[in-house]
């Protein structure tokens, strides 16, 4: 087993994960979960964590790259998989031949992948994506009858339709309702009921349940990050926060008032005071936009004060703690506990950036419902195939 020395880890929570999957299982009724695991899991180790959802009953893993999904193939994940993203003409047969769904984003995307496909192998399986004012890819609305007619005349095996919505997770609906006007207008138009129709992001599949058609796309709350604010104010279920990040103290000294510390010396000392380094830094994600983001150290809340170097930073202490105590830098420790969102706020973002910005120096460790000994770590270069 690989073991890592530096103290900085994420420990990624697969009970969470399932019980949040279990969640959106019984609100979706009778529609399945798609599970989305690009980004590596949005930042969670796309294997583990396909892994378990698939332990718990999901059948279609999403991934926005043609390598993500053949990574997902070569670790020996036979739950079928879906390219939510462009997929270029060199990947056709590969798709055929591994069994990977692409999506056809246009039709100019079909009548190049038409040209691209192998007779001999099994017929390449196609999502047909259709853009109702997210403008990013898809077919047009008004092209919707000539891509279905294309694909009802060649040999590719018509599996799915989706869209995706802008602003489901906002409370102004205007963009959204004009969405779902387009999309009802394209469903009219489909006659092959064993086509798999899916339209929800995490934040429709909360807010809109009546939308729920044959599957919601559940992305960043299977990790248990609501999506927004405004979706979290209105959900009426709890989510389970799956990553937590922590580290331990590495030095401990007391710096004298007057004092500056760290590159540039912008931060001064007023009085005395006791000072940690804890080995993690922006090349570990911890971006310099985090200084003065507080931190868990024996139950209280502390900042991180002067600049955050590449692999260190530095905290101040109200007392002496000894090198090996336990800092929590995401998640909870005693009473206390620090969301995803206050490092969102902080850095002037979105929840979705934080775990993907946390770069593969910081070892994802895996806790709870793991049949597998090999997902206890997860290898820092897993996207390398
Ligand atoms: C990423 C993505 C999702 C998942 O969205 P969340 O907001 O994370 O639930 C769903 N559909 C598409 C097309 C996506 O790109």
């Not at 995401?330 to 946390?358: H, N, V």
Request: hydrophobic share 45%.
């Amino acid at each position: 087993m690989t073991e890592f020395y530096r103290p900085t880890k994420a420990v990624i929570s697969l009970d969470a994960i399932k019980k949040n999957l279990t969640a959106f299982q019984e609100k979706s009724g009778r529609s399945s979960v798609i599970a989305v695991v690009k980004a590596d899991a949005y930042g969670h180790g796309m294997l583990a964590v396909s892994k378990t959802l698939i332990e718990n009953g999901v059948q279609l893993l999403a991934v926005a790259t043609p390598d993500e999904a053949l990574y997902l193939r070569n670790q020996e994940i036979r739950a079928e998989i879906l390219v939510l993203g462009a997929t270029p003409a060199s990947f056709i047969a590969v798709a055929q031949r591994r069994n990977i769904i692409v999506t056809a984003i246009s039709l100019e995307w079909l009548s190049m992948a038409e040209k691209q496909l192998v007779e001999e192998l099994d017929s390449l399986k196609i999502h047909l994506k259709i853009d109702t004012g997210m403008r990013r890819i898809g077919v047009q609305t008004d092209e919707v009858e000539e891509a279905l007619d294309f694909i009802a005349d060649h040999d590719f095996s018509f599996k799915g339709i989706f869209t995706h919505f802008a602003t489901a997770d906002e409370q102004d609906s205007s963009l959204f309702d004009q969405q779902v006007k387009a999309l009802n207008s394209v469903l009219d138009k489909l006659d092959d009921s064993s086509v798999m129709v899916h339209v929800s992001n995490s934040a429709a599949a909360i807010m809109h349940p009546e939308l729920a058609c044959d599957a919601v796309r559940v992305g960043i709350s299977l990790y248990g990050i609501a999506p927004s604010p405004y979706v979290e104010q209105a959900m009426d279920f709890k989510l389970h926060p799956a990553l937590s990040l922590e580290t331990e103290i590495i030095h401990v000294k007391k710096v004298k008032a007057g004092e500056t510390l760290s590159y540039g010396a912008t931060y001064r000392v007023e009085q005395d005071q006791w000072v940690a380094t804890l080995p993690i830094g922006y090349a570990d994600g911890m971006l310099r936009g985090l200084q003065g983001q507080e931190v868990l150290v024996a139950g209280q809340r502390v900042p991180i004060i002067g600049r955050i170097c590449m692999d260190q930073c530095m905290i101040r202490l109200s007392k002496k703690l000894p090198v090996g105590e336990k800092v929590q830098l995401i998640g909870k420790q005693g009473k206390r506990e620090i969301f995803i969102d206050e490092w969102a706020r902080k850095l002037e973002t979105i929840p979705y950036e934080i775990p993907c910005i946390l770069t593969k120096r910081v070892p994802r460790v895996y806790s709870g419902a793991v049949e597998n000994s090999d997902l206890s770590f997860h290898k820092p270069d897993i996207m390398v195939r």
